[in-house]
């Protein structure tokens, strides 16, 4: 059963306009959620996290905003920039650092110049 | 920051053959890495957890004895595919966590493709 889903397999966005990529998870046990970024061939490199404690991260032009009542999560880029055009994984842990991470299926943000 | 490396990045083998993979951390100790496939158009999925000095902890479903690891050394954790069948091609991550709050680090992936 998939605890963690990302609902929309692909996006795809204007260069400098805003993107959302959103993620769903059904555990309530989780406490930690991250955002992975994938390129083709490539291991996933983390973007960015937010703990439970938090509603919002912010970390340049990412921002991840948490609602725990909904257990859901956003991933907003702005402005959106054609090198960011890849897959990004949400991904939930129910500790931070040391257990393993539950993923979504991903969501291909395509970014047109 | 932390870097894991992964090799080899790709392989093709036949039917029948082993197939091993490394996972190193290459500036940090890592006691725990973990593995991960994800087939065409699903999520990365974990397979096992990988224990320095201890055996592998293994997910519901993973055959412990077709996918052997070792985690020999607090630097690199080794998945060896045996009797690799063409269901079994896919692409395998490792990762593991340097202990920061901020995520674990991914190896670059190993493409395998069983022919």
């Known amino acids: 059963d998939q605890q963690v889903k990302q609902n929309s397999p692909s996006l795809s966005v204007q260069e400098g306009r805003i993107s959302i990529l959103n993620c769903d998870y059904t555990n309530s046990m989780f406490d930690y959620f991250l955002w992975y970024k994938k390129y083709p061939a490539e291991g996933p490199t983390f973007l960015i996290s937010?703990?439970?404690?938090?509603d919002k991260n912010e970390d340049g032009r990412f921002t991840v905003f948490l609602n725990k009542s909904a257990k859901h999560l956003s991933l907003h880029i702005v402005p959106s920039q054609p090198g960011d055009s890849a897959v990004y994984f949400c991904?939930?842990?129910?500790?931070?650092?040391?257990?393993?991470?539950?993923f979504g299926t991903g969501t291909r943000l395509t970014v047109i110049p | 920051g932390a870097v894991v490396s992964q090799h080899p990045s790709w392989v093709i083998c036949k039917s029948g053959t082993s197939v091993k993979i490394e996972c190193r951390s290459l500036?940090?100790?890592?006691?725990?890495m973990f593995w991960y496939r994800q087939f065409p158009k699903q999520s990365l999925m974990l397979m096992a957890t990988?224990?320095?000095?201890?055996?592998?902890?293994?997910e519901q479903g993973v055959e412990k004895d077709k996918f052997l690891i070792n985690h020999a050394s607090l630097t690199l954790s080794t998945l060896t595919v045996t009797s690799a069948h063409p269901e079994d091609s896919s692409f395998y991550i490792c990762?593991?966590?340097?202990?920061?709050?901020?995520?674990?680090?991914f190896g670059s992936g190993t493409r395998l493709t069983v022919v």
């Open positions: 500036d940090f100790q890592a006691t725990t």
């Open positions: 937010i703990s439970s404690i938090k």
């Open positions: 990988s224990n320095e000095g201890s055996k592998a902890t293994y």
């Open positions: 990762s593991a966590s340097p202990g920061t709050q901020f995520g674990y680090t």
């Open positions: 991904a939930a842990s129910a500790q931070a650092g040391a257990n393993n991470l539950f």
